[in-house]
């Protein structure tokens, strides 16, 4: 594959990033199978490149977006990438919240996230309803796990609302305000999005985890049929979203989900390496330079320091891919403007070859460069800008 990487990209300017379509494709068709003839809402925060983004929607399976910001969805809407976005988080932003209410073709075709009666304020004060366009809401449920009064959970902290009495009362709010439709509601998995981004740990931690990600699947089972039904007998809905590339099968055999969504899983970053559902094929690489040897046994690159988000630890640092043979160094880990990486296959290294690493998260290696080499087995077949090579900066 490495040589397949090299030959593709020539001599292109590095460091760069490629992405594999022969991989992207086949996983593309894997999550497909797997939503079982529900269509796939393609998380943007995962791919953040209007080219693919632009392929993913004329593939059959996939349809919508799930947008990380109200900057973007307006943007892929505005700029005609899609025609269905779905914001997945609250918006605060006064500015993209005055372009969605001023036209109506924006606010027919965006639907904003909701979990407080205090953003519909917020959206009120930028334009009362009288003088706007109306809105399409979608309400947010926590998903995670919790017990012990909450002192022990599973997934991050999200929306406050967690029952259908919850939301059922934001629910009847929400119809009843001038300006807003609620059309949708959101049910992330997020307690599985947690246990596949937290560290390998001994047998015994494993197992806690794992039971309490099977208690957690089924408390979500039934608190979610029931908020949907809660819902339900309030309006209208015209879709559930849920999911995510970890628990895309379970999710998608849920009667009372319509949809799922996905994203991570067409490009496979490392953290999705230890799925207990689908792990993807690795399909997004950068590629950095050796420029110095310093001693037997060891090269470095230049840069390197590509850390994900989330709590700080190895799993959040970039993995040496090809050639193999390779690993970060425990003192400097991945660096700013450089990193040593250490093993056997070092010496065989001459200044300029390249090591292809693998990034922890899909989205933000988008983050780091202007654009995707796109590769089909040995050859380039476009280079295609990310969103910060078409200027945007959304977070």
Request: hydrophobic share 45%; glycine share 10%; aromatic share 6%.
């Amino acid at each position: 594959m490495r040589h397949r990487l090299n030959s593709a990209i020539g001599d292109d300017d590095v460091p760069l990033a490629a992405v594999d379509l022969d991989a992207w494709d086949s996983n593309a068709d894997e999550l497909v199978r797997l939503a079982a003839g529900k269509p796939i809402r393609i998380v943007s925060a995962a791919v953040r490149n209007r080219t693919l983004l632009r392929q993913l929607l004329a593939r059959d399976g996939f349809s919508g977006v799930l947008a990380y910001t109200l900057r973007e969805a307006v943007w892929l809407v505005g700029t005609g990438i899609c025609d269905d976005a779905v914001v997945a988080y609250p918006s605060a932003d006064r500015r993209a919240l005055s372009r969605l209410v001023g036209e109506e073709h924006l606010a027919g075709r965006i639907t904003i996230m909701v979990d407080d009666i205090a953003q519909l304020d917020l959206v009120d004060a930028v334009a009362p309803p009288e003088a706007r366009a109306e809105l399409r809401v979608c309400l947010d449920l926590d998903c995670s796990w919790q017990a012990l009064g909450g002192r022990l959970r599973l997934g991050p902290l999200r929306s406050p609302l967690r029952t259908p009495e919850d939301m059922a009362r934001l629910a009847r709010a929400v119809v009843a305000r001038p300006g807003f439709r609620l059309v949708g509601i959101q049910a992330y998995e997020a307690h599985v999005a947690a246990a596949h981004d937290a560290p390998p740990h001994g047998r015994v931690r494993a197992y806690l985890r794992r039971l309490m990600r099977k208690r957690a699947d089924q408390d979500l089972a039934s608190r979610r049929a029931a908020v949907v039904d809660a819902v339900r007998d309030i309006c209208d809905l015209e879709f559930v979203t849920a999911g995510g590339t970890g628990s895309i099968r379970s999710t998608a055999a849920d009667a009372s989900v319509t949809e799922v969504a996905a994203g991570s899983g067409l490009l496979g970053p490392t953290l999705l390496d230890r799925s207990e559902d689908f792990v993807p094929l690795p399909a997004a690489f950068f590629a950095l330079p050796v420029v110095r040897r310093p001693r037997n046994g060891v090269v470095t690159v230049a840069g390197g320091g590509y850390v994900a988000s989330g709590a700080a630890g190895r799993d959040r640092l970039p993995v040496p891919w090809l050639p193999e043979g390779l690993k970060l160094g425990t003192p400097e880990g991945a660096g700013q403007t450089q990193t040593p990486l250490h093993g056997p296959t070092a010496d065989g290294l001459a200044l300029g070859d390249l090591v292809w690493f693998r990034h922890a998260k899909a989205g933000e290696l988008a983050e780091r460069f202007d654009s995707y080499h796109l590769v089909r087995g040995e050859r380039l077949v476009d280079t295609a800008p990310t969103y910060r090579g078409d200027g945007k900066t959304f977070l």
